[in-house]
């Protein structure tokens, strides 16, 4: 199983960016792609979930109404739109296959080695 993040960056509070996670090695139906943050000093917190059994999502409270996942199947991707971005979110995010295959994802399997998301002025 290997996932590899792309799409962060530096961003000014208020812009967006969208991430992608392209997986390889599993089973789409039975699978749940999860994205988590890790921020300095901060503990590991689920963003976004994505169930590969019923499409349920997850989302954090605080990404609510700004974020948004879904997935691409014919490019094996996975996809984070975040808009209305603030400092707070800045983080390093990985996706990572969700142990159990559920939402949201407590416990991970596997993850990617992550992209660095700022958003500062």
């Known amino acids: 199983v290997q996932l590899v993040e792309s799409g962060g960056g530096l961003v000014q509070p208020g812009g967006s960016l969208r991430l992608s996670c392209t997986v390889s090695g599993i089973s789409w139906d039975s699978t749940a792609i999860d994205w988590f943050r890790q921020a300095p000093g901060k503990e590991r917190e689920s963003v976004s979930c994505?169930?590969?059994?019923?499409?349920?999502?997850y989302y954090l409270d605080s990404v609510k109404g700004r974020f948004s996942i879904s997935r691409d199947n014919a490019k094996n991707t996975v996809y984070l739109q975040m808009t209305n971005l603030k400092v707070e979110d800045t983080a390093v995010y990985h996706c990572a296959t969700a142990r159990y295959g559920m939402c949201p994802a407590y416990e991970y399997d596997f993850w990617g080695r992550g992209t660095q998301v700022t958003v500062s002025e």
């Open positions: 994505l169930s590969g059994r019923d499409a349920s999502t």
